[in-house]
């Protein structure tokens, strides 16, 4: 059960996209609909901003999306604000009621 | 709002085994079924450790099935973590968290714990 692949760090301008990908296999994001993003502060536990690839909890700002293609998700952030200057990670299910992390990636806002 | 608060001694002796409790209160609990635990090294990536039912049904990481035991208190609203054999790879804040939905265990989580393994 490896970590799901996810660039080290990402960066972007106030008000513009970036997009934060998540790689692993068909036995985790490739074969399931069960991927789920978080952002965590500095120093604060993580919170969860979409689940089942593409759904966002309640209160979590539609500027937040997120996509599959193949083994591959995908985090959107449009419309970039300081605050959103945080570590993400993504999660799936791996199958046999197992669940992995990817690595993280550091978003920065220039 | 769900709330979980993590308690524990946060200095084990290497060799030693690492306890934790986790206790939820607020919001819809009887909704939810699941907690999990998961741990974070010092500036490092997150963990999964496992899960278990409010009926004690468990599921582990296979790398750490072997030192891995996990309970529940139903009654107490409460969740327990074992983890022994440990050494200083151990170390990290560890989180307890409840499910958001099928398949999506790490809706809501505790503020974290860090447990140093250390002599």
């Known amino acids: 059960q490896s970590a799901l692949t996810q660039p080290p760090s990402a960066s972007g301008s106030p008000g513009q996209s970036v997009t934060i990908s998540c790689t692993g296999t068909?036995?985790?994001?490739?074969?399931?609909?069960?991927v789920s993003w978080y952002q965590q502060h500095p120093g604060k536990a993580p919170k969860l901003m979409i689940y089942?690839?593409?759904k966002r909890p309640s209160g979590v700002p539609d500027r937040f999306s997120g996509s599959k293609s193949g083994n591959t998700a995908s985090l959107t952030v449009s419309g970039l604000q300081a605050e959103d200057e945080a570590d993400y990670y993504c999660?799936?299910?791996?199958?046999?009621?197992?669940?992995?992390f990817g690595s993280g990636t550091k978003v920065t806002v220039l | 709002q769900v709330q979980l608060q993590e308690s524990g001694p946060g200095l084990v002796k290497p060799s030693g085994t690492l306890s934790l409790t986790c206790a939820v209160s607020?919001?819809?609990?009887?909704?939810?079924?699941?907690w999990s635990w998961v741990r974070q090294p010092p500036g490092k990536g997150l963990e999964w450790i496992g899960e278990?039912?409010?009926?004690?049904?468990?599921d582990y990481n296979p790398s750490l099935k072997s030192r891995v035991t996990m309970s529940v208190d139903k009654s107490k609203s409460q969740s327990s973590l074992m983890l022994t054999s440990v050494t200083a790879a151990d170390t990290a804040v560890y989180y307890c968290?409840?499910?958001?939905?099928?398949?999506?265990?790490?809706?809501?989580w505790g503020q974290g714990t860090l447990v140093t393994v250390s002599s």
């Open positions: 607020g919001g819809s609990i009887i909704i939810t079924n699941w």
């Open positions: 999660s799936s299910y791996a199958g046999s009621n197992t669940y992995v």
């Open positions: 278990i039912s409010d009926s004690g049904y468990t």
């Open positions: 068909s036995s985790d994001v490739g074969g399931y609909n069960y």
């Open positions: 089942e690839v593409i």
């Open positions: 968290t409840r499910e958001f939905g099928a398949f999506t265990p790490f809706g809501y």
